[in-house]
């Protein structure tokens, strides 16, 4: 953490000497299994109130006799910081986007997307394989044991976990946006609906 630090005064020095410089803030999505979004969320707790953590999602997602499992973390802060979360996420086989404010002000009714094996991207993309665990469902009737023994096997399958950020253009079809990824058991972030405290 006090390399991090160290960082961020060196590339806020360089950036500039002006009384009036004010540090610009970012949001960023990270997605992967449960052990990186603990890193990263402690991550951002040691940060010193310079990233905050918006929320974090457990999600299982159902397919037949298999459960995904990931996680998904949201953030707000310095954008050096978030920069550097995005680096560490991604040497890490993460899934990472951040959205600075200019897109915002820029693209419409921006959303984000967070599922597996999502195939297209607009605004930005970010996918990771081999990050979701699979578990035997829990309505499949098996001794534990078995269970157990099988669970290899279905880990070995590599599923993509992607992070996906997009812009609607027209304000009509965000409801049928939300619509279809609600459909396909896709997590969707409207940004309409975050609010951030400086």
């Avoid at 600075?100 to 009714?109: A, M």
């Avoid at 309505?139 to 992070?163: G, M, Q």
Wanted: glycine share 2%.
């Amino acid at each position: 953490m006090i390399e991090d630090n160290i960082r961020v005064l060196r590339q806020a020095a360089m950036v500039t000497t002006d009384d009036s410089y004010k540090v610009e803030k970012s949001w960023c999505i990270i997605a992967g299994n449960a052990d990186l979004i603990d890193a990263m969320a402690y991550k951002a707790i040691a940060s010193n109130h310079n990233v905050k953590i918006l929320f974090r999602e457990h999600v299982i997602l159902n397919e037949g006799k298999l459960d995904k499992k990931f996680d998904f973390i949201m953030l707000y802060g310095n954008s050096i910081i978030i920069n550097d979360f995005k680096k560490d996420t991604k040497q890490r086989g993460g899934a990472c986007v951040s959205i600075p404010p200019k897109y915002l002000v820029e693209e419409p009714n921006l959303m984000a997307f967070v599922a597996p094996e999502i195939s297209f991207a607009i605004v930005q993309e970010s996918q990771t394989t081999s990050f979701i665990n699979i578990d035997i469902s829990n309505e499949v009737k098996l001794p534990n044991f078995i269970k157990s023994a099988l669970k290899p096997f279905y880990n070995a399958n590599e599923v993509v976990l992607s992070t996906i950020l997009i812009s609607v253009d027209d304000d009509l079809f965000v409801n049928k946006v939300q619509s279809i990824a609600t459909s396909n058991r896709i997590f969707v972030i409207d940004f309409k609906d975050i609010v951030t405290e400086d």
